[in-house]
């Protein structure tokens, strides 16, 4: 994992690719179409995703093997960012920072909540820290980088209705779904029902683990905790990505230098779900939908 102050140098240029990609591609479109939302119907999603790397070229590559994203590339506050795109849609972004230590990089999610200040306040306050302190983002969102109270990176947002929303169905090679792995499942739980107001509802798994929907006005997310023998893992936001094949994936990013950190099972969600590591050592969830 990153040293904090590596993030913090990181998420200057991520916020500066955020503030990239609002200007393109979907926008026009999602305007024309009057598929835009209030600031207040966009808590709790996750709106954007960045993965932030010591070597941006050989992630490119991966994925744009793996799932077919093309990348453009843009330089902001130094650093060189590159904007994902599947079937022409932005999804997301690459901020590479030779600083980092080979093998950690991270995806970093936005969450949007509905006040920026008062979210970081009840970051700090639970024993998290702050990695880059709220700033504007053209006239699109304000952004701020923090870890929450158990490490995990995220970044927060207050987005306008000026940003386009997504289609509420799931596209394929496209973010759907993100999950919370936490150290102490019911801290967090807490912790995120107050900093968004989600609501939860829980069900236990047929391995035994209990797990939790947070949801407003439809599910945003998912949250379970680590088990106690999975030492190696530490608390983060996990990114999903829909998919046909998980289980043929899984085996192509192992060919193109990734590893497979969970492969399908029967017993997890019939075997539509794999979970991935690419060349750099960022986790994200493969998911084939519907289950």
């Keep these: 994992m990153p040293t904090n102050k590596r993030l913090r140098a990181a998420f200057i240029a991520v916020s500066a690719g955020f503030l990239a990609v609002t200007t393109c591609t979907r926008g026009t479109a999602a ?28 992630s490119r590559m991966f994925y744009s093997a793996l799932l077919g994203w093309e990348f453009t590339a843009s330089t902001r506050d130094g650093h060189t960012y590159y904007v994902a795109r599947s079937d022409g849609d932005a999804i997301g972004g690459i901020v590479e920072l030779e600083s980092i230590a080979p093998g950690s990089a991270v995806w970093v999610s936005y969450l949007a909540v509905p006040d920026l200040e008062r979210a970081v306040a009840q970051v700090t306050s639970a024993g998290g820290k702050v990695l880059l302190e709220p700033r504007p983002v053209k006239d699109y969102a304000r952004v701020a980088v923090v870890t929450d109270p158990q490490g995990a990176p995220l970044a927060l947002a207050v987005v306008t209705d000026k ?25 967090a739980l807490t912790f995120y ?22 949801k407003n006005d439809r599910p945003r997310a998912g949250l379970l ?14 990114p999903y990505v829909r998919v046909a094949d998980p289980a043929a994936l899984a085996t ?16 997890l969600r019939n075997g539509t779900l794999t979970v991935i590591a690419d060349p ?12």
């Excluded at 999950?179 to 019911?186: M, Q, R, S, W």
């Excluded at 509802?201 to 035994?208: A, K």
């Excluded at 905790?225 to 936001?237: D, G, L, N, S």
């Excluded at 192509?252 to 017993?267: H, Q, S």
């Design 280 to 291: 750099t050592g960022a986790a994200i969830a493969l998911q084939k939908w519907p289950l």
């Design 252 to 267: 192509r990013a192992e060919a193109l230098g990734g590893k497979i950190l969970m492969a399908p099972r029967p017993d």
């Design 31 to 58: 305007t024309a179409t009057g598929d835009v939302s209030s600031p207040s119907a966009r808590v709790g999603q996750f709106v954007w995703h960045d993965l932030v790397t010591r070597d941006a070229a050989t």
């Design 225 to 238: 905790q680590i088990p106690a023998q999975a030492t190696m893992i530490k608390p983060h936001w996990l």
């Design 163 to 187: 940003l386009p929303t997504g289609s509420e169905q799931p596209e394929a090679n496209h973010f759907f779904w993100t999950e919370y792995l936490a150290k102490d499942g019911p801290a």
């Design 193 to 214: 029902k107050s900093l968004t107001g989600f609501e939860s509802t829980s069900s236990t798994t047929p391995n035994g683990i209990e797990y939790h929907v947070l």
